[in-house]
């Protein structure tokens, strides 16, 4: 089992920035790829980006490239979510997830975080 525990969600202006942190326990948190999911009210929880175990590889949908960067410390048993140029379209409650393999859908990854609330205001 792994446990997740997102925080740093909050209310910014648009063009603000916010960093998410998710802290994991439990299994080695060195042996899963990390990745990051929105879903805003009424709609589908969408891929936001991914990083690999090393850190060597990380993935970003097009709606967040050139604005988010995912990172990890694996010393620390965290991923992080860096989110610069914030737009009210970024509006999400954002969880982070756990997996052996990397995939962009949301049904492969085993391990969910409860979620942190993010909240852009025009």
């Known amino acids: 089992q792994v446990q997740l525990v997102e925080s740093g969600g909050g209310l910014v202006q648009a063009g603000g920035s916010l960093r998410l942190s998710c802290a994991a326990s439990g299994r080695p948190f060195s042996s899963y790829v990390m990745g990051w999911f929105r879903q805003a009210p009424g709609k589908e929880r969408e891929f936001v980006a991914a990083?690999?175990?090393?850190?060597?590889?990380?993935y970003y949908a097009d709606s967040v490239k050139g604005r988010f960067t995912i990172s990890r410390d694996n010393a620390k048993n965290t991923v992080y979510l860096q989110m610069n140029s914030l737009k009210p379209e970024d509006t999400a409650v954002y969880y982070c997830a756990a997996d052996l393999a990397f995939s962009s859908s949301p049904g492969p990854y085993d391990y969910w975080g409860q979620g942190t609330q993010v909240t852009v205001s025009s």
């Open positions: 990083i690999r175990r090393s850190g060597g590889s990380t």
